[in-house]
């Protein structure tokens, strides 16, 4: 699959200017390029990841050290996150930039993939959670700031939804 290094690098570039410095994850397809960033960067900390649900904690404790952190993971993992997302983030009024690879929607090829991106949304929604797609390479920096800020002003967690037309090359 050709995931796009050139808008890998937009968003990234972008978390760095909106000051991440802690960025947790779990491999994956999409997130590959993103994650290999953060390795090779020394201004910032990685946090591999077992479960999803493990940087709702980093985060957590990053927040409350005065470090800002963003959090890579699938849609499935967001979905495997609810309880540490329901039962901390959401409880505490804890900031969270959530950068959710966003498989299942238009145009997915695995039919894996189809039922966690056709919940996504409603799960979001759900839980009372603001999310954007982001889609446009253009507008990738400002969406990830502006995120940011409403997480931080808001004290609440915010995903970004990082579509195939971002994220894939064709």
Same mark, same amino acid.
Request: overall charge negative; glycine content about 6%; proline content about 5%.
């Given at each position: 699959?050709p995931?796009?290094?050139?808008?890998?690098? $937009?968003?990234?570039d972008?978390?760095?200017?909106?000051?991440?410095?802690?960025?947790?994850?779990?491999? #994956?397809? &999409? =997130?590959?390029?993103? @994650?290999?960033?953060?390795?090779?960067?020394?201004?910032? !900390?990685?946090?591999? =990841?077992a479960?999803?649900?493990?940087? @709702?904690? @980093?985060? +957590?404790? +990053?927040h409350?050290?005065?470090? *800002?952190?963003?959090?890579?993971?699938? !849609?499935?993992?967001?979905?495997?996150?609810? !309880?540490?997302?329901?039962?901390?983030?959401l409880?505490?009024?804890?900031?969270?930039? /959530?950068?959710?690879?966003?498989?299942?929607?238009?145009?997915?090829?695995?039919? &894996?993939?189809?039922?966690?991106? $056709?919940?996504?949304?409603?799960?979001?929604?759900?839980?009372? @959670?603001?999310?954007? $797609?982001?889609?446009?390479?253009?507008?990738?920096?400002?969406?990830? *700031?502006?995120?940011?800020? =409403?997480? #931080?002003?808001?004290?609440?967690?915010? +995903?970004?939804? /990082?579509?195939?037309a971002? /994220? &894939?090359?064709?």
């Amino acid at each position: 699959m050709p995931v796009s290094v050139v808008n890998s690098a $937009l968003i990234y570039d972008a978390l760095k200017a909106a000051d991440v410095r802690l960025i947790s994850a779990l491999p #994956e397809t &999409w =997130l590959v390029h993103l @994650i290999r960033m953060a390795d090779d960067d020394p201004e910032v !900390n990685l946090v591999r =990841l077992a479960r999803e649900e493990e940087a @709702i904690g @980093i985060s +957590a404790g +990053a927040h409350f050290a005065g470090c *800002k952190s963003a959090l890579l993971m699938q !849609n499935h993992g967001f979905l495997a996150s609810v !309880n540490g997302i329901v039962s901390l983030a959401l409880l505490y009024k804890i900031p969270l930039l /959530m950068l959710v690879s966003y498989r299942g929607d238009l145009g997915e090829r695995d039919p &894996w993939q189809t039922m966690g991106g $056709l919940k996504t949304r409603p799960v979001l929604e759900a839980l009372g @959670i603001p999310y954007y $797609l982001l889609d446009d390479p253009a507008a990738a920096a400002m969406r990830i *700031k502006e995120a940011q800020t =409403l997480a #931080e002003s808001a004290l609440v967690p915010v +995903a970004l939804l /990082m579509t195939r037309a971002l /994220m &894939w090359e064709d």
